[in-house]
């Protein structure tokens, strides 16, 4: 059949099973969303298209599906590129569709373009610009492929105006050929059993998990491993909920703002087994001193990501769920009924450091951060999707809402991207319309996409927004009293707007606790509301995330008041 570049794109989204899409129109798109708006698609107007691409990748992350946007070209394009490094950042799965000038015009100056293929090289899995409307289909097709396989992450697709609007005979269901791409699945069976032999033999093993757990849709197998093998389990920022966090086995997160015993175990422990991690900084502080007493298992499909941060002794290449799946079977052939005797000791001197250094706040006459997660972990039953900004709301939610399944902890990790969590929970709310989904937020990192609130208002999402508001930028904040003799310079932010009245402005219900003994009731009642809510907790200015590892120190080194 004969079609256009735009019918194309529409034809390719529906065999993709796309059925949502998050974006901003203009000039170098109006023949696609044309064309858009004649099908079943539903299409998200943000506000902003940062907005659509943090709505697109927390619609991934929850659903395990391609998330898509739709932006113009130029500044809609740029817009879009701290959306789409976060995505990288964090191994996301994400489509951006761009529209560019006509390919007659490119390299000419013309009027709102750019190189956004260019631009976005360095923070793409793989980028295209679209040479004719004869290789659309082909290049779509790749697109949707590259973007989920292997190590997942964001695809650009840069579509010029004349390409949308020629057209060309289309084949449905064409086949994808990369022969230069082919992504190691299957480990090899010599080095698992190997993985086997080293959990068999170890005294004092730890696992250590990752986003790709949760990427490979491994947190099953990850659970059967730890519970079968009496392994405790402690896990990345982007790994929270691979491992249930109220399990006995669970240390809680590890790393900078890690928990004791996460931290503890790590530089005890005889056995590492990393699994779908990167070893990013922010967990192994000086790399020297992490887990140097331990042999380093590392399992993970990019073989780039292996030994590129620690040594390691077993390198596993091949997709973290197969591979669990595989140690299962290989370790249920094994006698292990000596295991739980001989991780006695272990997992007694792991539980003492979880007695003796807890997460620990006092709640005394303001209202303290830490007690608003508690509360808001107690009032949802851990049920709820959380997404977060940047900053100590961030950590504070990682440490005091404890996740049992994946795909509820929607957080920016690699980039540490402030904005992020508002439109996230606006595509997790798409995905999932009733789930409960709650925006953990400080009240600078809300300001930065708070123009979302339009957009949840106007689709009649019910997000909840949670705002630690301390009246500074509180993680800078932090460096600044404990490391810069208190100067808070250009952290303070005393001149804010009334988010009660804000979200009114924008048609949202508006609530605010200013003394402890208002916070349950607040929650509950932002909770119950149908529609979408800001809720304004004033938080004690001053207060800390700890524990806090000092920048270049070993984790060991935790600073705990």
């Not at 070893?279 to 590129?308: E, L, M, N, W, Y």
Request: hydrophobic residues 40%.
């Amino acid at each position: 059949m004969q079609l256009t570049g735009a019918q194309i794109l529409m034809a390719i989204l529906k065999e993709e099973g796309v059925n949502s899409i998050f974006g901003f129109p203009g000039g170098a798109t109006i023949d696609i969303h044309d064309h858009l708006d004649k099908t079943d698609i539903n299409h998200y107007l943000v506000r902003h298209e940062q907005g659509a691409v943090h709505a697109a990748d927390g619609y991934a992350r929850v659903t395990g599906k391609v998330g898509v946007c739709l932006v113009t070209s130029g500044p809609g394009a740029t817009n879009a590129v701290t959306g789409i490094a976060t995505a990288y950042m964090d191994s996301i799965p994400v489509v951006i569709i761009s529209g560019q000038v006509p390919t007659h015009l490119i390299g000419n100056d013309a009027f709102q373009e750019v190189d956004i293929v260019g631009i976005t090289r360095p923070c793409t899995k793989h980028n295209y610009l679209v040479p004719s409307v004869e290789a659309l289909p082909r290049i779509l097709k790749e697109a949707f492929h590259i973007a989920r396989s292997g190590r997942p992450g964001p695809v650009l697709v840069d579509i010029p105006k004349n390409v949308q609007q020629a057209s060309t005979r289309f084949k449905p269901n064409q086949k994808v050929n990369l022969k230069s791409y082919n992504p190691t699945y299957k480990a090899n069976t010599k080095q698992l059993r190997k993985v086997v032999d080293l959990i068999k033999a170890a005294e004092r093993p730890l696992i250590f998990a990752g986003g790709g757990v949760i990427l490979s849709k491994g947190a099953e197998a990850l659970t059967k491993l730890a519970r079968s093998a009496r392994i405790p389990v402690t896990m990345s920022l982007m790994g929270l909920g691979a491992f249930p966090g109220s399990d006995p086995l669970s240390l809680g997160m590890i790393g900078m703002h890690g928990t004791y015993r996460a931290n503890m175990s790590t530089a005890e422990c005889d056995l590492l087994i990393g699994i779908g991690v990167r070893f990013d900084d922010r967990v192994t502080g000086k790399t020297d001193c992490f887990a140097a007493q331990a042999k380093i298992v590392h399992i993970d499909i990019d073989p780039t990501s292996i030994r590129k941060n620690v040594p390691v002794g077993v390198p596993v290449v091949g997709d973290c769920k197969s591979s669990l799946e595989v140690i299962n079977t290989y370790l249920a052939e094994e006698d292990l009924d000596d295991l739980t005797a001989r991780r006695g000791p272990w997992l007694d001197q792991i539980d003492a450091w979880k007695q003796n250094f807890k997460l620990a706040y006092v709640q005394e006459e303001e209202i303290k951060p830490q007690y608003v997660v508690e509360k808001l972990y107690e009032l949802t039953r851990g049920e709820a999707i959380i997404t977060t900004e940047v900053g100590q709301n961030q950590m504070w939610a990682a440490q005091y809402y404890h996740f049992d399944r994946p795909g509820h902890f929607i957080t920016s990790g690699g980039l540490g991207t402030m904005g992020f969590g508002l439109p996230a929970a606006i595509g997790a709310q798409v995905a999932f319309p009733d789930a409960l989904v709650v925006d953990v937020a400080g009240d600078g990192s809300i300001q930065m996409n708070i123009q979302e609130m339009a957009t949840a208002v106007q689709y009649k999402l019910p997000v909840k927004v949670v705002i630690l508001n301390n009246c500074f930028l509180g993680m800078v904040r932090q460096w600044q009293e404990l490391f810069y003799d208190k100067r808070y310079a250009c952290t303070c932010m005393d001149h804010a707007p009334d988010f009660v009245k804000l979200a009114e402005a924008f048609g949202a219900v508006g609530l605010r606790a200013t003394r402890p003994e208002e916070v349950e009731n607040v929650l509950r009642q932002g909770l119950e509301t149908p529609g979408p809510v800001i809720m304004d907790f004033r938080v004690a200015r001053e207060e800390c995330v700890y524990p806090m590892v000092p920048a270049g120190a070993p984790i060991t080194e935790m600073l705990l008041v």
